[in-house]
């Protein structure tokens, strides 16, 4: 969904056009879900408090409804929040070359990741079809002249490629995630600026209804904000990659917030202002509204520090997986009700299969249920979904080991083992 220019022609995007494409290979889902009272929602939108503080908050300073709305404005309404989510985002151009020589630049958008304001030092977490260039013949497909502009920095409205905007290095990417990282070094605007990074939340923690804030680069036109909610915590869709060859699956989060060429690279944020997404794509269909994805905050930012960990300074530029050698499959799944009114879905995630070069071979076997693993001396996670077990292995590098606890017949089998380089794989 980045916006593509030529000299007089405005075309639609890539991640809108492949969605169109897409749309026989998936079909929507119903997703409902019990009410919510007030107070539960309030949470959800970023109360921190008892029912009671919150009845309080309702009140003026005279304690009388309805006036004073201060206190109920700051539950209701978290512009603080978002603008701080905007100080954390970005607008970004790039220069590309059609294979008949002609130029033109795309459009999309982006989050600060990590922020060296003193040093002038950013990196920038995006969508790789933003700064692929799937007009071009060419062998390098990347843009070699990138620019990004923080939030409030003058550009004239057409050339968004002159010495106004802060030149970006791409560090690496992945076509298969729709994720890549841009490097701003010692840059005067941002050392100036008043830029924030982002702040994180956790994306397996979304439930359906949650508040879900688009901030992006609609139209090529400048940063806006739209807001939505979530209608989908996390589902899978296929479609053709920014190749206009390659059927890739990615899990999203389905939302209702309205997104649009342009948008493609941009955070998608709770009321807190937290990052839970980067948006990459959109349904078009006359029958269809407003059925937009964005990348969980947890797959953008494991594969963002993949790249920065495994490209940066390097002549690789792809991400770098490390595999256990196990197959895993879901057998049952059930949904919870929980105490503070949200919804928890969890599966019984069960070993498949092992390659005959599995980190684990002889030790776990084929229907072992997975409950626990770790990494090296990172926290210990409990596998709830099984897409967890997928997303846990971005955060390991070669060298780090890894200790995974099954249960098999009632009883609790751990395996531990080294991860090394005949146990990686390039993810392109």
């Known amino acids: 969904m980045k916006k593509t220019y030529t000299t007089k022609i405005l075309s639609l995007a890539f991640a809108f056009l492949f969605l169109i494409s897409a749309l026989s290979l998936f079909s929507a889902c119903q997703n409902g879900q019990n009410g919510l009272s007030a107070y539960d929602i309030a949470v959800q939108n970023g109360f921190e408090g008892s029912e009671a503080e919150w009845l309080d908050s309702l009140r003026g300073e005279d304690g009388k409804d309805g006036e004073d709305a201060g206190n109920a404005s700051a539950v209701a309404d978290n512009t603080k929040y978002i603008n701080q989510a905007l100080m954390a985002s970005v607008s970004i151009y790039c220069e590309y070359k059609k294979s008949n020589d002609a130029s033109g630049y795309s459009a999309g958008s982006g989050v600060i990741y990590q922020l060296d304001r003193e040093k002038g030092n950013a ?30 920095m003058y550009f004239d409205g057409t050339d968004r490629l002159n010495e106004t905007g802060i030149l970006a290095e791409y560090v690496g990417g992945s076509m298969t995630y729709d994720i890549a990282v841009l490097k701003i070094t010692g840059s005067e605007k941002v050392k100036e600026s008043d830029a924030l990074a982002i702040k994180i939340a956790d994306s397996n923690k979304l439930t359906p209804g949650v508040t879900a804030i688009a901030i992006g680069n609609p139209e090529g036109v400048g940063i806006s904000v739209t807001s939505g909610v979530v209608s989908v915590e996390s589902e899978h869709i296929t479609m053709t990659a920014v190749d ?63 790249i920065i960990d495994n490209c940066d300074g390097k002549e690789n530029k792809s991400v770098i997986k490390c595999l256990i050698g196990i197959t895993v499959f879901t057998t049952d799944t059930r949904a919870e009700y929980n105490d503070d009114g949200t919804i928890t879905l969890y599966d019984t995630v069960e070993i498949q299969s092992l390659t005959e070069t599995s980190l684990a071979k002889g ?66």
């Open 123 to 152: 990196y920038i977490i995006t969508n790789y079809h933003v700064v692929y260039n799937n007009a071009s013949s060419a062998k390098d497909k990347i843009s070699e002249n990138i620019r990004v502009y923080l939030y409030g």
């Open 244 to 306: 206009n060859l390659t059927p890739v699956t990615m899990r999203v989060i389905r939302i209702d917030t309205a997104v649009n060429s342009g948008n493609s690279g941009g955070g998608l944020f709770n009321a807190k202002g937290q990052l839970i997404g980067i948006v990459n794509a959109k349904l078009k269909q006359s029958s269809v509204e407003n059925i937009g994805y964005s990348i969980p905050s947890n797959v953008a930012i494991g594969i963002a520090q993949n």
């Open 363 to 428: 030790v776990l076997k084929a229907g072992d249920i997975l409950c626990k693993v770790k990494i090296s001396d990172k926290d210990e996670h409990t596998i709830c979904r099984q897409f967890e077990m997928i997303d846990i292995l971005l955060d390991a590098r070669v060298g780090d080991t890894v200790t995974i606890t099954v249960l098999r017949e009632g009883k609790e089998v751990s395996f531990t083992g080294t991860f090394t380089e005949d146990t990686v794989s390039l993810v392109p």
